[in-house]
Structures are given as structure tokens and as C-alpha cells.
């Protein structure tokens, strides 16, 4: 500085070019994923019903900087059906890991299958996020360097703003001391001197705040490779677990339609009862079962005795065939086809199997003694075959429009019963209880089976069905009274229901002389324990 007086156009001049420069800035933001308001409700929704991501932000917040906006975008960028993510100039220089740390998972191979699963479901996209924890933490530990680079940056960014702010401070400052008398607009010398020194100021800052920036660029480039590895595998995991978690509450019998409307906390401790336990090793064989007995709902025919297998020849006119029917909008044919029908030689569609009467109630009797905690093949259990062969006759009375009733039994003075009646929902928590339950101690035939005759007698009395299916399964072989099986066989004569009866890992159940036998109007056994497909046929003619 010469110390000499300055005009104040001079001196606008100079400092012009950091005059505004601040409020020119472009808006930075801090989420790197573009989300609407609804997007942000959702988001906040999620977050405050959710205690596991609250403590999954805590802990990273005691290590890392600005990890809930990163948990915010990895929500997002799982949850919207469109996710785009910002420029990388758009960003605030703080938060450069975290667009680095989504732009990976969202660019990796694996993410868009994440995204199937995840879509539009805000308790899916939270679990995501919990599967990719770890994941998170690694990313953010190959970022340490980067993201203090970053946080450099950022300060070096609000310095430089800082000072272009004071320029103009200081080129107002001058302004109002300017002596106007001249025509010119004279400065004294120290407002101009002030202005001078604010512009050289400014020149510093600027200048370190691009090198703050480059560093911070070279430092995200030096951690990218691990980050984009880590990425790639946390997207693969997170898939996996939300899939699995998806196939367990299908197995389950609980649908997409039932998870979307279930509230979070409800659904997020049906999830974890499920998990837990003696459930989750159930889900596989629950689920193969529940295919299966669709399957074979499929494959039934329709107002036909059984399972179609052919043709033959009768006069059953429900069951001609259309070829034959069609003799009969000839004039010159109806006289053969009247006497091809007085002589039973009409083509018939022929079938076999038993005829799927039943009208009333199904009424599973489920067998819960010790004995049935034992493992087989594949360490499934007796009981776990059982319950999934009840849960499938669920299913199976539900699409009939029939009532079903669960009824646990072992000893004599030991049975629960579950009703689950066809004109109301299937609540999950009742088919769990069911699905829990264990009774223990011996086995009682009569306990169980008087129940079920009394609810089918109920059933009769005040609806006036008859017809219902009790299926009896049980891996054990228990006798009954004869003056019991005579009121027995009233029982069934005058409510016309059958009884149907699987033996489990029990050989001596079936045998010609055993009470089983004697009780069961269609008995089938199970050795293999792994082979769901040894009661599909009970699933065609129930």
C-alpha cells in the first residue's frame, strides 16, 4: 500500500471479483440421495419405530461424522422406486463419504436385486440398511482419511466464503467514506488500504480451499477400490437377508399384501419370533408343504369322484364327455344315444380315488407327547411334520371356505384347541401359538377325537353341516375302549364325517390289528421324514 488516496470505482474494480462471490455459491447439499418430502416423512417414520437403526446410528456417530445422513441415504436409495442420486459438485465437501459410500452400492452388480426386494417397502429398505452394518462401518473405516480431508475442505470452503464476504464489507465501508466533492469519489487511505488487504485475503483462502479440495478428491480416490468391494458384498448380503426373510414369512403363509399393511413394530417382532427358536427351523418344511398341498389342489377335478385318469363306459351323465353330449344336437343321433345310455356304454370320463365330499369342518388332532420331540432324518422332527401337515390343511380349509380347528392332545387330561373359523382372517399370532404349542407326556386317542366329535356335533346343531374331515396325526398307536368306539361309530354314522389318520415314524400304527387302523377310514404312513409328498394324496380328497 502507498498510502495515497484511492477512487472508489479503482477500487471496486479490483475487489469485484470476490464482491457476491459467497452468495453465488451453488447450494450444497448433505443427503446424497434426491427424496421429496413424502420420501423424508417415510424416512423419519421408519427411523423413530425402529430402535435397532437408532443404535446403529449412535454407535457410528461416536466414530464417524454425519453416519445418520448416511443411513438416511442408504434407506433411501433401497426404498424409492427411482432413486437418483446427486452430482458430485452438489455436494457439501463434509459429506463427499457418504455420496462416495451410496454411489458404490448403488452402481454394484448386486444392488439391483436388493432393490426388487426392497422397493417401495420401508420396513424391507430398514433391514437392508441393519444387513449392511457392517459393511457401513468398514467403508467409513477406509474413509477416515478421506472424510478428514473432507471436513478440511468444508472449513477451507467457509473460510474462503468468509472472505469474500468481507470484501464487500470492506468495499461498503469505503463506499460510505468516499469524498463525493471531486465528482470521482475519493477513498481515504486506510478504507482503501482495508479493501486492498481484504482482496489479498480472500486470494489466500480461495487458493486453500482448492487445495483442500484436491486433497480431499486424491484421499476419496485412494480409499475407492476398498469401498467399491465392500460395497458390492454388503449389497449381496443385504439381498440375501431381506430375501430370506421375505421366503420365511411366505413359508409362513403370511403374504406381501398383509406384510405392506402390518405396522413396523409388528411386524418387526413377528420377524424376530420367527427367527427364533424352533420356528426358523420349521420354515423350509412348512413352506414345501404348503407348495405341495397347492399343487395338489390344482390337480383336483371337479365334480368327479377322485383323480381323472382316463375314459370308460357308464351312464353317469355328470361325468360324459363333451363328444357325447354333442350327439344330442343331432336328430338323427338321439335315438343311439338313448340307447347307448340304457345300455351303459356312454364314454365317461374315468376316475379313481376317493370322492372329495367334505363340507363340514377340517379338524386337524395333532399329536404332542414326548415322543414327538424326536429328530429325524435331516434333524427334522416329529412334531415340526406334524404341525406342517396341519398348517397345509389350514390352507387347504381356507381356500374351501370351511372352518378349521387345531387340536393339540397328548395325555388324557392334556389338549388345547385352536379355531380358526372361514369367515374371519387367519391371524399369524394364532397360527404361531398353534405352531408353539407342545404339550408333552403320553398319548390319549379318545381325549382328542371326543373334541373333535363335539365341535362337528356343534357344527351340526347350529349350522346344519355335515361331512367335516378329521385328520388323527400321531406317531404313536393307543387303544380305545369298546363302549367309546361304539359311541364313536354313532357319532360318525349320524354326522357322516371321516377320519383320516397319518402315522409318523410309527410302522405299528398301521398294521392291520391297531386301534389307528381301526379308527381311520384312510390311513397312510410317514417313515421318511423328509419327504413331504407322502400325504399328498390327503390333500385331494380333503
Not at 74 to 85: C, I
Amino acid at each position: 500500500m502507498d498510502g495515497t488516496p484511492s477512487k472508489l470505482d479503482e477500487l471496486a474494480s479490483r475487489a469485484g471479483k470476490w464482491v457476491g462471490l459467497s452468495d453465488a455459491a451453488p447450494e450444497r447439499h448433505t443427503g446424497a440421495v434426491v427424496a421429496d418430502r413424502f420420501d423424508r416423512i417415510t424416512w423419519r417414520d421408519t427411523y423413530e419405530q425402529s430402535a435397532a437403526l437408532r443404535d446403529l446410528a449412535k454407535e457410528l456417530n461416536q466414530r464417524h461424522d454425519h453416519t445418520t445422513d448416511l443411513l438416511t441415504d442408504a434407506f433411501l436409495a433401497a426404498y424409492k422406486v427411482g432413486p437418483r442420486l446427486r452430482e458430485h459438485a452438489e455436494m457439501d465437501p463434509s459429506r463427499l463419504v457418504n455420496h462416495q459410500v451410496i454411489t458404490a452400492l448403488t452402481e454394484s452388480p448386486e444392488f439391483a436385486e436388493l432393490h426388487r426386494e426392497t422397493a417401495g417397502d420401508p420396513y424391507a429398505a430398514a433391514m437392508a440398511v441393519l444387513a449392511q452394518a457392517a459393511a457401513l462401518r468398514r467403508m467409513l473405516d477406509y474413509s477416515r482419511q478421506a472424510q478428514q480431508q473432507a471436513e478440511q475442505a468444508k472449513k477451507a470452503q467457509q473460510d474462503a466464503e468468509g472472505a469474500a464476504t468481507a470484501v464487500g464489507e470492506a468495499l461498503q465501508q469505503a463506499a460510505d467514506k468516499a469524498d463525493w466533492s471531486d465528482g470521482v469519489g475519493t477513498v481515504p487511505s486506510p478504507a482503501a488500504d482495508a479493501v486492498q488487504q481484504a482482496a489479498e485475503a480472500a486470494e489466500t483462502a480461495a487458493a486453500a480451499a482448492q487445495q483442500a479440495s484436491q486433497n480431499a478428491e486424491r484421499a476419496l480416490a485412494a480409499a475407492t477400490p476398498g469401498v467399491r468391494a465392500t460395497a458390492r458384498n454388503a449389497a449381496a448380503k443385504a439381498a440375501e437377508a431381506v430375501r430370506q426373510e421375505t421366503e420365511l414369512m411366505r413359508a409362513w403363509g403370511v403374504g406381501p399384501g398383509e406384510l405392506e399393511r402390518m405396522p413396523f413394530d409388528q411386524r418387526a417382532r413377528l420377524s424376530e419370533r420367527l427367527r427364533g427358536g424352533r420356528l426358523a427351523q420349521w420354515a423350509e418344511l412348512i413352506g414345501r408343504f404348503r407348495q405341495m398341498a397347492g399343487g395338489e389342489r390344482a390337480r383336483k377335478v371337479e365334480n368327479a369322484t377322485g383323480e381323472l385318469v382316463g375314459v370308460t363306459l357308464g351312464n353317469d351323465l355328470s361325468r360324459v364327455v363333451p363328444s357325447e353330449l354333442a350327439n344330442l344336437g343331432l336328430p338323427e343321433l338321439r335315438a343311439v344315444f338313448a340307447v347307448r345310455y340304457a345300455a351303459g356304454e356312454l364314454m365317461l370320463y374315468d376316475s379313481q380315488g376317493e370322492q372329495n365330499t367334505g363340507r363340514g369342518a377340517v379338524i386337524a388332532c395333532v399329536d404332542t407327547s414326548h415322543s414327538m420331540y424326536e429328530a429325524g432324518p435331516g434333524g427334522i422332527t416329529r412334531e415340526a411334520w406334524a404341525k406342517a401337515c396341519a398348517l397345509a390343511l389350514l390352507d387347504q380349509a381356507r381356500h374351501a371356505g370351511r372352518d378349521f380347528v387345531g387340536i393339540l392332545f397328548s395325555a388324557a387330561d392334556k389338549l388345547q384347541v385352536f379355531r380358526f373359523p372361514a369367515g374371519r382372517p387367519t391371524g399369524i399370532d394364532q397360527v404361531l401359538d398353534f405352531a408353539e404349542t407342545f404339550l408333552g407326556g403320553g398319548t390319549s386317542y379318545q381325549t382328542p377325537l371326543s373334541a373333535a366329535g363335539e365341535l362337528l356335533e356343534e357344527e351340526f346343531n347350529d349350522a346344519a353341516r355335515m361331512r367335516g374331515d378329521i385328520v388323527m396325526i400321531t406317531d404313536d398307536d393307543c387303544r380305545v375302549t369298546e363302549d367309546w368306539m361304539r359311541g364313536w361309530n354313532d357319532a360318525k354314522h349320524r354326522l357322516g364325517f371321516r377320519v383320516f389318520g397319518v402315522a409318523i415314524g410309527a410302522p405299528r400304527a398301521t398294521e392291520a390289528d391297531s386301534a389307528l387302523q381301526a379308527l381311520c377310514d384312510n390311513l397312510r404312513s410317514v417313515e421318511d421324514l423328509t419327504d413331504v409328498h407322502a400325504a399328498a394324496d390327503l390333500f385331494r380328497v380333503i
